[in-house]
């Protein structure tokens, strides 16, 4: 396998890492006295910063480079992990320590995908979105089980050794890496980054940002299904360690798929396929039932996930493409924010089981646009791409 695709898988699994770490803070911080509304809010804070900068972040990359954006941020992560493991402090002081987690962790994603749409040659670059995505999923089998570990059995004292470790790692990944292959203008001059009135006039930019919203709406499910599941006494972890083996399986044994087929046409069926796996287990009444969908529902996100990240590079001109991976991660953060707005403002109106029925209506329905959307100029930005 390339060196550069496995340096990029194992940089995507230290940065998940730390921010995985911390889907276990609201039970951990309810061990430590905190009431369910202050929990939210230390919760909330990371993912409104991740949202709010992600269009700084093409920003930041573009004027510090790619390898320095990612160390600086890097380095932000790993000061504020070691700042709440040496001092947690008032709750203020806690609420802004994760605000400043939350830009460090959306800059260093900003850069990471830029790094990733630089320097992977075309040829290579379907295999590689998939590859360097399971990056992402190993998270869910290592750290996610060990926070949880640490949670339930009052180890709390080790719960921040998980994302301190997790941000050296990546400090430390971040500083090996090569500087990223910027492609040269024709005249052999250095490359100059466009704008975002260019990226709007050069590309399909308002379907990336409605194809990448609505997708990330079905993705952030995961943080609905918890309480569906509870309240029918099934345990969640059957949904979703099952969604994580259909998509590893698919990101492995699938991933030379990329590379032979549109990966833009890609993205709308593997959305649909997850968001009618999203109805079908809002019905779901035993844990074999949560196993099967669940694994579907792992299969499209398989397809899903890598085929949206990959529309920085498929449809973006390499000048374009620090500020159309803001556009993209912006757009699918925006969605993992709003999301526990709706679950708290809908399932009191309407009942959880409700509340998200109608939100997997809205999924299959905005997928299916999504479908559609892509499909009929799919093959017209392909044929652009090559003349880029």
């Known amino acids: 396998m390339d060196r550069l695709i496995v340096s990029l898988i194992v940089v995507?699994?230290?940065?998940?890492?730390?921010?995985?770490?911390?889907?276990?803070?609201?039970?951990?911080?309810?061990?430590?006295?905190?009431?369910?509304?202050?929990?939210?809010?230390?919760?909330?804070?990371?993912?409104?910063?991740?949202?709010?900068?992600?269009?700084?972040?093409?920003?930041?990359?573009?004027?510090?480079?790619?390898?320095?954006?990612?160390?600086?941020?890097?380095?932000?992560?790993l000061v504020c992990a070691l700042a709440l493991q040496l001092y947690e402090g008032p709750f203020l002081w806690f609420v802004g320590i994760r605000i400043v987690m939350g830009v460090g962790f959306s800059i260093f994603m900003v850069a990471l995908t830029t790094y990733q749409a630089l320097s992977v040659e075309e040829?290579?670059?379907?295999?590689?979105?998939?590859?360097?995505?399971?990056?992402?999923?190993?998270?869910?089998?290592?750290?996610?089980?060990?926070?949880?570990?640490?949670?339930?059995?009052?180890?709390?004292?080790?719960?921040?050794?998980?994302?301190?470790?997790?941000?050296?790692?990546?400090?430390?990944?971040?500083l090996r890496l090569r500087p990223a292959k910027y492609y040269?203008?024709?005249?052999?001059?250095?490359?100059?980054?466009?704008?975002?009135?260019?990226?709007?006039?050069?590309?399909?930019?308002?379907?990336?940002?409605?194809?990448?919203?609505?997708?990330?709406?079905?993705?952030?499910s995961i943080v609905f299904v918890g309480n569906v599941f509870l309240e029918r006494n099934l345990v969640?972890?059957?949904?979703?360690?099952?969604?994580?083996?259909?998509?590893?399986?698919?990101?492995?044994?699938?991933?030379?798929?990329?590379?032979?087929?549109?990966?833009?046409?890609?993205?709308?069926?593997?959305?649909?396929?997850?968001?009618?796996?999203?109805?079908?287990?809002?019905g779901a009444e035993s844990p074999s039932s949560l196993v099967v969908w669940g694994f579907s529902y792992g299969l499209g996100m398989g397809f899903a996930y890598p085929a949206h990240l990959a529309l920085t590079a498929d449809l973006a001109a390499p000048p374009l493409r620090a500020k159309a991976s803001a556009l993209v991660h912006f757009s699918m953060d925006l969605s993992w924010f709003l999301l526990p707005l709706y679950m708290g403002f809908g399932s009191s109106l309407f009942g959880t089981q409700t509340a998200f029925r109608l939100f997997t209506l809205l999924c299959i329905v905005t997928a299916g646009m999504v479908t559609w959307m892509w499909l009929p100029e799919g093959k017209s930005y392909g044929r652009k791409k090559k003349t880029l």
Do not use: H
């Open 123 to 174: 040829s290579k670059r379907g295999l590689a979105f998939v590859l360097v995505s399971v990056g992402s999923l190993i998270p869910m089998f290592t750290v996610m089980p060990l926070t949880d570990y640490f949670v339930r059995n009052d180890l709390g004292q080790y719960y921040y050794l998980l994302p301190i470790g997790a941000a050296a790692i990546s400090l430390y990944l971040a």
């Open 236 to 282: 969640p972890s059957w949904f979703i360690f099952s969604l994580g083996g259909g998509a590893l399986l698919v990101r492995i044994a699938g991933r030379n798929f990329f590379n032979r087929y549109s990966r833009t046409a890609l993205a709308g069926p593997s959305f649909l396929l997850m968001a009618l796996c999203l109805l079908g287990v809002s």
């Open 12 to 77: 995507n699994i230290a940065i998940y890492s730390y921010s995985n770490a911390f889907f276990f803070l609201a039970p951990y911080l309810a061990t430590r006295g905190y009431s369910a509304a202050s929990a939210g809010i230390l919760v909330g804070a990371f993912y409104a910063a991740t949202t709010a900068v992600r269009p700084l972040g093409g920003w930041i990359t573009e004027r510090a480079g790619v390898r320095r954006s990612m160390i600086f941020s890097a380095l932000l992560c």
């Open 184 to 220: 040269p203008s024709t005249d052999g001059s250095p490359m100059k980054w466009g704008s975002y009135s260019d990226l709007f006039r050069d590309t399909p930019a308002a379907k990336i940002i409605f194809s990448c919203f609505f997708f990330g709406l079905c993705d952030s």
